[in-house]
């Protein structure tokens, strides 16, 4: 509230009158009451706002199985669920990272419109799924473009569950197929990630529907 009276004549807002009158002070008064419910009005406004957008607060997680991944970490480390930047900071080199969003972001080949992994095709390979395959495009992709996790991590020495490589392979289907949509909209594809049936582990591929 404003201060009067302070050794001058203070003059109501508005009004030019000395504030000593008592037409000046009742209206002084008043004028005083509703700037403070005024303030009132805006601090309550401004708690409701505050509260309700805390309750609102949502967290979106967008690797599926978040529930098995933070399993995962926190019996390798406990926590690292909970803060994943500072267990990449602690244990993954950028090179390792770097080389990892290969597989994550694959590059992609276009020969005679079949689409095919850059880091498996071969102009012999090509030729020799064409024939075996009777020129099928959609065998000879998703033939070519199998990805046999186990393989990928086949000099990694440690003793790693299943599960680890099944969260990788979900993760790694849901990657090529956001990569796939983005690069080449006007085509469908069929991204797969299953259990090969002779023990290779979880395989993510792709091929045009």
């Given amino acids: 509230m404003d201060k009067i009276g302070m050794g001058h004549a203070a003059i109501l807002p508005h009004s030019g009158r000395d504030v000593h009158s008592p037409d000046a002070t009742a209206r002084q008064r008043r004028w005083c009451t509703a700037k403070a419910v005024v303030a009132m009005r805006q601090s309550v406004t401004q708690c409701l706002w505050r509260r309700n957008h805390i309750m609102k607060t949502e967290l979106i997680d967008s690797l599926p199985c978040i529930e098995n991944v933070n399993s995962i970490m926190n019996a390798m480390e406990q926590g690292s669920a909970h803060d994943k930047l500072a267990y990449i900071a602690k244990n993954c080199s950028p090179y ?83 990569v796939l949509k983005q690069t080449f909209p006007e085509r469908e594809f069929a991204v797969k990630y299953f259990h090969d049936e002779q023990d290779y582990g979880p395989v993510v591929t792709f091929c045009q529907k």
């Fill in 96 to 178: 390792t990272s770097l080389a990892f969003c290969a597989l994550l972001f694959p590059s992609i080949i276009v020969v005679d419109g079949c689409f095919l992994l850059e880091y498996y095709y071969t102009e012999s390979n090509f030729l020799d799924a064409r024939k075996n395959y009777k020129n099928d495009k959609r065998k000879v992709e998703e033939n070519m473009n199998n990805t046999f996790l186990y393989e990928v991590f086949e000099c990694f020495s440690g003793d790693v569950p299943d599960m680890v490589f099944e969260e990788i392979g979900k993760v790694v289907r849901l990657s090529w197929d956001m």
